[in-house]
Protein backbone atom coordinates (compact mmCIF):
# COMPACT_ATOMS: atom_id res chain seq x y z
CA UNK A 1 0.00 0.00 0.00
CA UNK A 2 1.45 3.40 -0.75
CA UNK A 3 0.66 5.94 2.20
CA UNK A 4 2.69 8.98 0.49
CA UNK A 5 0.12 9.04 -1.49
CA UNK A 6 -3.12 8.32 0.86
CA UNK A 7 -3.09 4.40 0.80
CA UNK A 8 -5.68 2.87 -1.64
CA UNK A 9 -7.55 6.48 -2.15
CA UNK A 10 -5.34 6.45 -5.00
CA UNK A 11 -6.12 8.85 -7.56
CA UNK A 12 -6.83 11.58 -5.85
CA UNK A 13 -9.12 13.03 -2.50
CA UNK A 14 -11.97 13.46 -3.74
CA UNK A 15 -14.69 13.06 -1.30
CA UNK A 16 -12.60 13.04 1.36
CA UNK A 17 -13.59 12.71 4.74
CA UNK A 18 -11.02 14.29 7.26
CA UNK A 19 -11.89 13.58 10.73
CA UNK A 20 -11.08 17.25 11.94
CA UNK A 21 -13.25 19.22 9.45
CA UNK A 22 -16.57 20.70 10.73
CA UNK A 23 -19.63 22.32 8.34
CA UNK A 24 -20.61 25.31 9.53
CA UNK A 25 -23.89 23.85 11.21
CA UNK A 26 -22.16 21.57 13.50
CA UNK A 27 -18.98 23.81 14.16
CA UNK A 28 -21.98 26.67 15.10
CA UNK A 29 -23.99 23.83 17.23
CA UNK A 30 -20.84 22.58 19.45
CA UNK A 31 -19.49 26.60 19.47
CA UNK A 32 -23.45 27.32 21.14
CA UNK A 33 -23.28 24.85 23.76
CA UNK A 34 -19.84 25.42 24.72
CA UNK A 35 -19.93 29.01 24.85
CA UNK A 36 -23.38 28.31 27.15
CA UNK A 37 -21.59 26.06 29.42
CA UNK A 38 -18.70 28.58 30.06
CA UNK A 39 -21.01 30.99 30.65
CA UNK A 40 -22.66 29.07 33.44
CA UNK A 41 -19.61 28.05 34.69
CA UNK A 42 -18.36 31.76 35.44
CA UNK A 43 -21.78 32.59 36.90
CA UNK A 44 -21.31 29.88 39.56
CA UNK A 45 -17.44 30.86 40.16
CA UNK A 46 -18.51 32.45 43.54
CA UNK A 47 -20.15 29.78 44.14
CA UNK A 48 -17.73 26.91 43.80
CA UNK A 49 -14.76 26.24 46.15
CA UNK A 50 -11.84 27.62 45.04
CA UNK A 51 -10.11 24.72 44.77
CA UNK A 52 -10.80 21.03 45.92
CA UNK A 53 -8.47 18.69 47.62
CA UNK A 54 -7.85 16.10 45.58
CA UNK A 55 -5.04 13.91 44.60
CA UNK A 56 -2.94 12.96 41.69
CA UNK A 57 -3.98 9.65 41.65
CA UNK A 58 -7.53 10.25 42.09
CA UNK A 59 -7.57 12.82 38.78
CA UNK A 60 -5.25 10.14 36.93
CA UNK A 61 -8.12 7.62 37.41
CA UNK A 62 -10.72 10.17 35.99
CA UNK A 63 -9.19 10.42 32.75
CA UNK A 64 -7.84 7.46 32.66
CA UNK A 65 -3.98 7.52 32.51
CA UNK A 66 -3.52 4.01 31.95
CA UNK A 67 -5.79 4.00 29.04
CA UNK A 68 -3.76 4.02 25.37
CA UNK A 69 -4.75 7.03 22.48
CA UNK A 70 -8.19 5.79 21.42
CA UNK A 71 -8.12 4.36 17.67
CA UNK A 72 -11.10 5.83 16.52
CA UNK A 73 -12.07 9.12 16.68
CA UNK A 74 -14.67 11.01 18.95
CA UNK A 75 -17.70 13.27 17.71
CA UNK A 76 -16.42 16.69 18.66
CA UNK A 77 -19.45 17.64 21.22
CA UNK A 78 -19.04 14.87 23.29
CA UNK A 79 -15.38 15.39 23.24
CA UNK A 80 -16.30 19.50 24.47
CA UNK A 81 -18.91 17.74 26.96
CA UNK A 82 -16.59 15.83 28.48
CA UNK A 83 -13.40 18.07 28.46
CA UNK A 84 -15.78 21.24 30.09
CA UNK A 85 -16.65 18.81 32.93
CA UNK A 86 -13.38 17.63 34.15
CA UNK A 87 -12.14 21.01 34.36
CA UNK A 88 -14.55 22.83 35.93
CA UNK A 89 -14.84 20.31 38.41
CA UNK A 90 -11.61 19.58 38.93
CA UNK A 91 -9.86 22.39 38.46
CA UNK A 92 -8.13 25.80 40.88
CA UNK A 93 -10.32 28.99 39.83
CA UNK A 94 -8.32 31.67 39.30
CA UNK A 95 -11.34 33.69 38.68
CA UNK A 96 -12.68 32.97 41.84
CA UNK A 97 -13.15 36.48 43.79
CA UNK A 98 -11.21 34.44 46.79
CA UNK A 99 -8.66 33.49 44.99
CA UNK A 100 -5.30 35.54 46.10
CA UNK A 101 -2.58 33.03 45.35
CA UNK A 102 1.02 34.13 43.82
CA UNK A 103 0.41 36.73 40.85
CA UNK A 104 -1.85 35.08 38.68
CA UNK A 105 -4.93 37.21 37.93
CA UNK A 106 -8.85 36.55 37.36
CA UNK A 107 -9.36 36.05 33.37
CA UNK A 108 -10.94 38.93 31.53
CA UNK A 109 -13.88 37.00 29.43
CA UNK A 110 -13.09 39.03 26.40
CA UNK A 111 -9.68 37.62 26.20
CA UNK A 112 -11.51 34.04 26.19
CA UNK A 113 -13.51 34.85 22.87
CA UNK A 114 -9.95 36.32 21.26
CA UNK A 115 -8.41 33.66 21.68
CA UNK A 116 -11.14 31.74 19.91
CA UNK A 117 -11.00 34.47 17.43
CA UNK A 118 -7.13 34.59 17.12
CA UNK A 119 -7.26 30.38 16.75
CA UNK A 120 -9.79 30.91 14.62
CA UNK A 121 -7.99 33.08 12.07
CA UNK A 122 -4.74 30.98 13.02
CA UNK A 123 -2.51 33.84 11.98
CA UNK A 124 1.08 33.49 11.97
CA UNK A 125 2.34 36.85 13.67
CA UNK A 126 6.12 35.67 12.91
CA UNK A 127 5.87 37.52 9.78
CA UNK A 128 3.82 40.68 8.35
CA UNK A 129 3.26 38.57 4.61
CA UNK A 130 1.92 35.68 6.85
CA UNK A 131 -0.27 38.29 9.31
CA UNK A 132 -0.36 41.24 7.87
CA UNK A 133 -3.80 42.18 10.11
CA UNK A 134 -2.50 41.04 12.80
CA UNK A 135 0.76 42.14 12.97
CA UNK A 136 -0.61 45.77 12.61
CA UNK A 137 -2.89 44.45 16.19
CA UNK A 138 0.31 43.48 17.52
CA UNK A 139 1.90 46.44 16.73
CA UNK A 140 -0.33 48.58 17.99
CA UNK A 141 -1.16 46.59 21.08
CA UNK A 142 2.93 47.33 21.99
CA UNK A 143 2.86 50.87 21.51
CA UNK A 144 -0.70 51.24 23.73
CA UNK A 145 0.90 49.25 26.75
CA UNK A 146 4.23 51.36 26.12
CA UNK A 147 1.86 54.57 26.31
CA UNK A 148 0.13 53.10 29.42
CA UNK A 149 3.27 52.35 31.54
CA UNK A 150 5.08 55.90 30.39
CA UNK A 151 7.48 54.38 28.36
CA UNK A 152 8.43 56.07 24.83
CA UNK A 153 5.60 54.98 22.00
CA UNK A 154 8.45 55.06 19.60
CA UNK A 155 10.16 51.73 21.41
CA UNK A 156 10.24 48.22 19.66
CA UNK A 157 8.45 45.65 21.66
CA UNK A 158 6.40 42.35 21.51
CA UNK A 159 4.32 39.54 22.60
CA UNK A 160 5.84 36.53 24.52
CA UNK A 161 4.72 34.03 27.08
CA UNK A 162 4.90 35.71 30.07
CA UNK A 163 7.09 37.45 32.42
CA UNK A 164 10.02 35.13 32.39
CA UNK A 165 10.19 34.98 28.46
CA UNK A 166 9.98 39.22 29.08
CA UNK A 167 12.91 39.44 31.33
CA UNK A 168 15.33 36.69 29.46
CA UNK A 169 14.60 38.57 26.00
CA UNK A 170 15.58 41.82 27.85
CA UNK A 171 19.05 40.16 28.97
CA UNK A 172 19.21 38.98 25.29
CA UNK A 173 19.30 42.53 24.09
CA UNK A 174 21.54 43.71 27.07
CA UNK A 175 24.12 41.08 26.04
CA UNK A 176 23.87 41.97 22.33
CA UNK A 177 24.48 46.04 22.98
CA UNK A 178 27.29 45.46 25.75
CA UNK A 179 29.34 42.88 23.73
CA UNK A 180 28.77 43.70 20.18
CA UNK A 181 26.32 41.62 18.05
CA UNK A 182 29.29 39.20 17.29
CA UNK A 183 28.68 37.26 20.64
CA UNK A 184 26.05 35.70 18.81
CA UNK A 185 28.53 34.42 17.00
CA UNK A 186 31.09 33.76 19.26
CA UNK A 187 29.23 32.60 22.11
CA UNK A 188 30.27 34.29 25.08
CA UNK A 189 33.59 32.32 25.66
CA UNK A 190 34.89 34.34 21.92
CA UNK A 191 34.60 37.48 23.88
CA UNK A 192 37.72 38.11 25.60
CA UNK A 193 38.56 37.48 29.01
CA UNK A 194 36.32 39.91 30.55
CA UNK A 195 33.37 38.17 32.40
CA UNK A 196 30.28 39.85 32.36
CA UNK A 197 28.51 40.37 35.32
CA UNK A 198 24.66 41.22 35.90
CA UNK A 199 23.36 43.13 39.19
CA UNK A 200 19.78 42.52 40.85
CA UNK A 201 18.82 42.99 44.14
CA UNK A 202 18.17 39.68 46.20
CA UNK A 203 14.44 40.20 46.11
CA UNK A 204 14.49 39.31 42.20
CA UNK A 205 12.50 36.28 40.74
CA UNK A 206 13.69 33.49 39.64
CA UNK A 207 13.57 34.46 36.29
CA UNK A 208 17.44 36.12 36.62
CA UNK A 209 18.73 32.47 37.11
CA UNK A 210 17.36 31.56 33.88
CA UNK A 211 18.03 34.12 32.30
CA UNK A 212 21.97 34.02 33.04
CA UNK A 213 22.09 30.56 32.44
CA UNK A 214 20.46 30.66 28.57
CA UNK A 215 22.55 33.90 28.43
CA UNK A 216 25.22 32.02 28.39
CA UNK A 217 27.02 34.06 31.34
CA UNK A 218 25.92 31.31 33.78
CA UNK A 219 24.02 32.52 37.33
CA UNK A 220 27.75 32.80 39.15
CA UNK A 221 27.55 35.86 37.12
CA UNK A 222 24.75 37.13 38.93
CA UNK A 223 25.77 39.92 41.53
CA UNK A 224 22.93 39.88 44.21
CA UNK A 225 22.59 43.05 46.03
CA UNK A 226 21.25 43.70 49.08
CA UNK A 227 18.17 45.35 50.41
CA UNK A 228 17.36 47.66 52.51
CA UNK A 229 14.27 47.35 55.57
CA UNK A 230 11.37 47.93 52.71
CA UNK A 231 13.43 45.21 50.44
CA UNK A 232 14.11 47.57 47.86
CA UNK A 233 17.81 47.32 46.08
CA UNK A 234 20.33 49.26 48.04
CA UNK A 235 21.69 51.40 45.50
CA UNK A 236 25.10 52.33 47.30
CA UNK A 237 25.69 48.92 47.87
CA UNK A 238 24.94 48.62 43.78
CA UNK A 239 27.67 51.41 43.07
CA UNK A 240 30.27 49.69 44.88
CA UNK A 241 29.53 46.54 43.66
CA UNK A 242 30.21 47.80 40.39
CA UNK A 243 33.22 49.42 40.69
CA UNK A 244 34.52 46.78 42.43
CA UNK A 245 33.95 44.83 39.24
CA UNK A 246 35.15 47.18 37.58
CA UNK A 247 38.31 47.38 39.00
CA UNK A 248 38.92 43.92 38.49
CA UNK A 249 38.20 44.00 34.74
CA UNK A 250 34.82 42.49 35.04
CA UNK A 251 32.15 44.07 32.61
CA UNK A 252 28.78 45.07 34.19
CA UNK A 253 26.61 43.32 31.05
CA UNK A 254 23.40 45.20 32.91
CA UNK A 255 21.62 46.06 36.03
CA UNK A 256 17.93 44.44 36.74
CA UNK A 257 15.52 46.71 38.89
CA UNK A 258 11.90 45.03 40.21
CA UNK A 259 9.11 47.51 39.82
CA UNK A 260 6.77 45.27 42.26
CA UNK A 261 8.77 42.12 43.81
CA UNK A 262 6.74 38.75 43.55
CA UNK A 263 6.80 38.67 47.24
CA UNK A 264 5.89 41.91 48.53
CA UNK A 265 4.86 43.94 45.77
CA UNK A 266 8.14 46.25 46.88
CA UNK A 267 9.34 48.38 44.21
CA UNK A 268 13.22 49.47 43.99
CA UNK A 269 14.35 52.96 43.63
CA UNK A 270 14.63 53.06 39.70
CA UNK A 271 15.20 56.47 39.45
CA UNK A 272 18.21 56.58 41.43
CA UNK A 273 19.23 53.19 39.80
CA UNK A 274 18.57 54.82 36.57
CA UNK A 275 20.74 58.05 37.49
CA UNK A 276 23.51 55.46 38.09
CA UNK A 277 23.11 53.76 34.98
CA UNK A 278 23.10 56.55 32.62
CA UNK A 279 26.49 58.02 34.72
CA UNK A 280 28.15 54.11 34.60
CA UNK A 281 26.70 53.99 31.07
CA UNK A 282 24.97 50.34 31.62
CA UNK A 283 22.16 48.97 30.69
CA UNK A 284 18.99 49.10 32.59
CA UNK A 285 16.40 46.79 32.56
CA UNK A 286 13.55 46.82 34.88
CA UNK A 287 11.01 43.71 35.63
CA UNK A 288 7.63 44.51 35.98
CA UNK A 289 6.02 41.48 35.49
CA UNK A 290 4.11 42.25 38.38
CA UNK A 291 4.11 45.91 39.15
CA UNK A 292 4.62 47.54 35.89
CA UNK A 293 1.23 48.42 35.06
CA UNK A 294 0.88 50.23 38.55
CA UNK A 295 2.89 53.00 36.88
CA UNK A 296 0.45 53.90 34.75
CA UNK A 297 -1.51 55.03 37.96
CA UNK A 298 -2.01 59.35 38.47
CA UNK A 299 -0.47 59.07 42.17
CA UNK A 300 2.13 56.03 41.37
CA UNK A 301 5.27 57.03 42.73
CA UNK A 302 8.29 58.76 41.42
CA UNK A 303 10.61 55.83 41.75
CA UNK A 304 7.89 53.54 40.19
CA UNK A 305 7.19 55.92 37.02
CA UNK A 306 11.25 56.07 36.58
CA UNK A 307 10.83 52.30 34.66
CA UNK A 308 10.53 54.84 32.12
CA UNK A 309 13.84 55.26 31.90
CA UNK A 310 15.08 51.65 31.20
CA UNK A 311 16.68 50.52 28.07
CA UNK A 312 14.13 47.44 28.53
CA UNK A 313 11.04 46.73 30.21
CA UNK A 314 9.41 43.34 30.45
CA UNK A 315 5.35 43.52 31.57
CA UNK A 316 3.08 40.93 32.24
CA UNK A 317 -0.78 41.71 30.28
CA UNK A 318 -1.52 38.42 31.81
CA UNK A 319 -1.19 39.67 35.33
CA UNK A 320 -2.38 43.11 36.20
CA UNK A 321 -4.75 43.76 32.21
CA UNK A 322 -6.26 40.68 33.48
CA UNK A 323 -5.60 39.00 29.95
CA UNK A 324 -5.79 35.20 29.50
CA UNK A 325 -2.66 33.02 30.29
CA UNK A 326 -0.28 33.21 27.87
CA UNK A 327 0.25 36.88 27.49
CA UNK A 328 3.98 38.69 28.31
CA UNK A 329 5.65 41.97 26.86
CA UNK A 330 8.63 43.38 26.52
CA UNK A 331 9.34 46.99 25.49
CA UNK A 332 13.08 48.33 24.25
CA UNK A 333 13.83 52.14 24.19
CA UNK A 334 15.82 51.37 20.54
CA UNK A 335 13.57 48.83 18.12
CA UNK A 336 16.97 47.65 16.37
CA UNK A 337 18.12 46.45 19.87
CA UNK A 338 15.85 43.72 19.83
CA UNK A 339 17.04 43.30 15.92
CA UNK A 340 20.65 43.20 16.84
CA UNK A 341 19.68 40.14 19.77
CA UNK A 342 17.43 38.31 17.33
CA UNK A 343 18.00 39.19 13.51
CA UNK A 344 19.28 37.05 10.74
CA UNK A 345 17.36 38.69 7.97
CA UNK A 346 17.84 42.11 6.41
CA UNK A 347 14.73 44.78 7.19
CA UNK A 348 11.34 43.45 5.22
CA UNK A 349 9.71 45.87 2.61
CA UNK A 350 6.44 46.06 1.63
CA UNK A 351 5.32 48.39 -0.89
CA UNK A 352 8.18 49.88 -0.49
CA UNK A 353 7.18 50.61 3.37
CA UNK A 354 9.29 48.52 6.50
CA UNK A 355 6.54 46.18 7.80
CA UNK A 356 7.12 44.75 10.54
CA UNK A 357 8.44 40.69 10.77
CA UNK A 358 8.49 39.98 14.91
CA UNK A 359 10.38 36.43 14.23
CA UNK A 360 13.56 38.99 13.79
CA UNK A 361 12.76 40.89 17.22
CA UNK A 362 12.33 37.83 19.70
CA UNK A 363 13.14 34.04 20.04
CA UNK A 364 10.37 32.38 18.42
CA UNK A 365 9.38 31.53 14.58
CA UNK A 366 6.14 30.92 14.13
CA UNK A 367 3.73 33.04 16.58
CA UNK A 368 0.42 33.01 18.00
CA UNK A 369 -2.02 35.51 18.09
CA UNK A 370 -2.07 36.51 22.06
CA UNK A 371 -1.64 40.34 21.33
CA UNK A 372 -5.93 40.29 20.20
CA UNK A 373 -6.90 39.49 23.27
CA UNK A 374 -4.25 42.39 25.10
CA UNK A 375 -5.91 44.62 22.62
CA UNK A 376 -9.17 44.12 23.07
CA UNK A 377 -9.52 43.95 26.84
CA UNK A 378 -7.21 47.27 26.85
CA UNK A 379 -10.25 48.97 24.81
CA UNK A 380 -12.60 47.03 26.45
CA UNK A 381 -11.72 48.88 30.03
CA UNK A 382 -10.22 52.02 28.28
CA UNK A 383 -6.98 53.63 30.55
CA UNK A 384 -9.29 54.74 33.10
CA UNK A 385 -10.95 51.61 33.43
CA UNK A 386 -7.92 49.82 33.46
CA UNK A 387 -6.04 52.29 35.80
CA UNK A 388 -9.29 51.83 37.77
CA UNK A 389 -9.29 48.22 38.01
CA UNK A 390 -5.80 48.66 39.38
CA UNK A 391 -6.38 50.94 42.24
CA UNK A 392 -9.61 49.04 43.32
CA UNK A 393 -6.95 45.84 43.64
CA UNK A 394 -4.54 47.95 45.51
CA UNK A 395 -7.00 49.61 47.76
CA UNK A 396 -8.36 45.97 48.92
CA UNK A 397 -4.95 44.96 49.58
CA UNK A 398 -4.45 48.08 52.28
CA UNK A 399 -7.96 47.29 53.16
CA UNK A 400 -6.79 43.31 54.36
CA UNK A 401 -3.62 44.89 55.53
CA UNK A 402 -5.66 47.26 57.88
CA UNK A 403 -8.11 44.28 59.25
CA UNK A 404 -4.69 42.17 60.08
CA UNK A 405 -2.94 44.98 61.98
CA UNK A 406 -6.43 45.88 63.76
CA UNK A 407 -7.13 42.07 64.48
CA UNK A 408 -5.49 40.57 68.01
CA UNK A 409 -4.66 37.23 66.61
CA UNK A 410 -3.04 38.26 63.33
CA UNK A 411 0.19 40.05 63.01
CA UNK A 412 0.47 42.35 60.00
CA UNK A 413 3.75 42.34 58.01
CA UNK A 414 4.35 44.36 54.80
CA UNK A 415 1.73 46.14 52.46
CA UNK A 416 3.20 46.99 49.05
CA UNK A 417 1.27 47.52 45.71
CA UNK A 418 -1.53 45.07 45.74
CA UNK A 419 0.11 42.41 48.32
CA UNK A 420 -0.58 42.18 51.86
CA UNK A 421 1.42 39.84 54.44
CA UNK A 422 0.18 38.62 57.86
CA UNK A 423 0.80 35.62 59.71
CA UNK A 424 -1.65 34.26 62.38
CA UNK A 425 -0.29 34.48 66.14
CA UNK A 426 -2.55 32.59 68.94
CA UNK A 427 -2.96 35.19 72.06
CA UNK A 428 -0.54 33.11 74.22
CA UNK A 429 1.90 33.47 71.88
CA UNK A 430 2.08 37.37 71.50
CA UNK A 431 4.58 36.98 74.32
CA UNK A 432 7.26 34.87 72.50
CA UNK A 433 7.47 36.80 68.97
CA UNK A 434 10.97 37.30 68.36
CA UNK A 435 12.37 34.52 70.74
CA UNK A 436 13.55 31.96 68.69
CA UNK A 437 11.66 28.83 69.94
CA UNK A 438 8.57 30.82 69.72
CA UNK A 439 9.16 31.95 66.27
CA UNK A 440 10.35 28.38 65.20
CA UNK A 441 6.77 27.47 66.61
CA UNK A 442 5.01 30.39 64.66
CA UNK A 443 7.04 29.43 61.41
CA UNK A 444 5.68 26.12 61.41
CA UNK A 445 2.52 26.78 62.59
CA UNK A 446 1.85 29.17 59.41
CA UNK A 447 3.47 26.87 57.19
CA UNK A 448 0.65 24.08 58.45
CA UNK A 449 -1.98 26.67 58.12
CA UNK A 450 -1.01 27.80 54.82
CA UNK A 451 -1.63 24.14 53.60
CA UNK A 452 -4.81 24.07 55.29
CA UNK A 453 -6.20 26.67 53.88
CA UNK A 454 -5.18 26.17 50.50
CA UNK A 455 -6.51 23.01 51.00
CA UNK A 456 -10.21 24.39 52.61
CA UNK A 457 -11.40 25.48 49.33
CA UNK A 458 -12.49 28.12 51.56
CA UNK A 459 -9.80 31.32 50.08
CA UNK A 460 -6.31 30.67 48.40
CA UNK A 461 -3.19 32.60 49.56
CA UNK A 462 0.40 32.00 49.29
CA UNK A 463 3.64 32.79 51.35
CA UNK A 464 6.69 35.07 51.50
CA UNK A 465 9.13 34.81 53.44
CA UNK A 466 10.44 38.03 55.20
CA UNK A 467 13.34 38.79 57.36
CA UNK A 468 13.07 34.70 57.92
CA UNK A 469 9.69 34.81 58.91
CA UNK A 470 7.21 32.41 57.48
CA UNK A 471 3.96 34.64 56.67
CA UNK A 472 0.98 34.19 54.95
CA UNK A 473 0.77 36.46 51.69
CA UNK A 474 -2.74 37.83 49.63
CA UNK A 475 -2.04 39.39 46.43
CA UNK A 476 -4.89 41.09 44.49
CA UNK A 477 -4.80 40.93 40.92
CA UNK A 478 -8.48 39.69 40.45
CA UNK A 479 -11.43 42.37 39.27
CA UNK A 480 -14.09 39.82 40.72
CA UNK A 481 -12.81 40.38 44.09
CA UNK A 482 -15.75 42.96 46.56
CA UNK A 483 -14.81 43.92 50.08
CA UNK A 484 -16.94 41.39 51.44
CA UNK A 485 -14.34 38.61 50.02
CA UNK A 486 -11.18 40.71 51.56
CA UNK A 487 -13.35 40.53 54.88
CA UNK A 488 -14.14 37.57 55.20
CA UNK A 489 -10.02 36.31 55.30
CA UNK A 490 -9.36 37.25 58.69
CA UNK A 491 -12.19 35.01 60.22
CA UNK A 492 -11.24 32.31 57.76
CA UNK A 493 -7.52 32.45 58.48
CA UNK A 494 -8.26 32.68 62.42
CA UNK A 495 -10.62 29.93 61.97
CA UNK A 496 -7.97 27.30 60.42
CA UNK A 497 -5.52 28.69 63.08
CA UNK A 498 -7.33 28.64 65.95
CA UNK A 499 -7.87 24.58 65.24
CA UNK A 500 -4.40 23.68 63.86
CA UNK A 501 -2.66 25.45 66.83
CA UNK A 502 -4.87 23.18 69.38
CA UNK A 503 -4.25 20.44 67.54
CA UNK A 504 -0.01 20.88 67.30
CA UNK A 505 -0.22 21.82 70.73
CA UNK A 506 -2.01 18.79 71.30
CA UNK A 507 0.56 16.97 69.40
CA UNK A 508 3.61 18.22 71.35
C1 LIG B 1 5.20 36.73 37.63
C2 LIG B 1 6.52 37.37 37.70
C3 LIG B 1 7.57 36.95 36.89
C4 LIG B 1 7.45 35.77 35.96
O1 LIG B 1 6.44 35.99 35.02
P1 LIG B 1 5.66 34.77 34.32
O2 LIG B 1 4.58 35.45 33.59
O3 LIG B 1 5.19 33.88 35.41
O4 LIG B 1 6.64 34.10 33.42
C5 LIG B 1 8.77 37.63 36.96
N1 LIG B 1 8.91 38.67 37.81
C6 LIG B 1 7.92 39.09 38.62
C7 LIG B 1 8.15 40.27 39.51
C8 LIG B 1 6.69 38.46 38.59
O5 LIG B 1 5.70 38.88 39.38
Not at 26 to 51: C, K, M, N, W, Y
Not at 159 to 184: C, D, E, K, T, Y
Not at 239 to 257: F, N, Q, S
Request: proline share 5%.
Amino acid sequence: MDFVNGGDRSDDAAGRVAPAAMDAESFRQAGHALVDSIADFLESLPDRPVTRDESPEALRGLIGDETSLPEEGTEATVLLERASRLLYDHSLFNGHPRFFGYVTSSPAPIGMLGDLLAAAVNANVGAWRISPMATEIEVQTVRWIAELVGYPRDCGGLLVSGGNMANIVGVLAARAAALGPQVRQTGINGVGETRPRLYASAETHTWIQKAADIAGVGTDAIRWIPVDERLRMDVDALREAIAADRDAGELPLMVAGTAGSVSTGAVDPLSDIADLCDELGIWLHVDGAYGGFAAALPDADEQLRALSRADSVALDPHKWLYTPLEAGCVLARDPQSLRNAFAYHPPYYHFGQEAVNFFDSGPQNSRGFRALKVWLGLQQAGRRGCIGMIADDIRLARRLFALAEAHDELEAFTRDLSIATFRYVPPELHARIGDEAGEAYLDRLNQELLERLQRSGEVFVSNAIINGRYVLRACVVNFHTEASDIEAVPEIVVRHGRELHATLHRGT
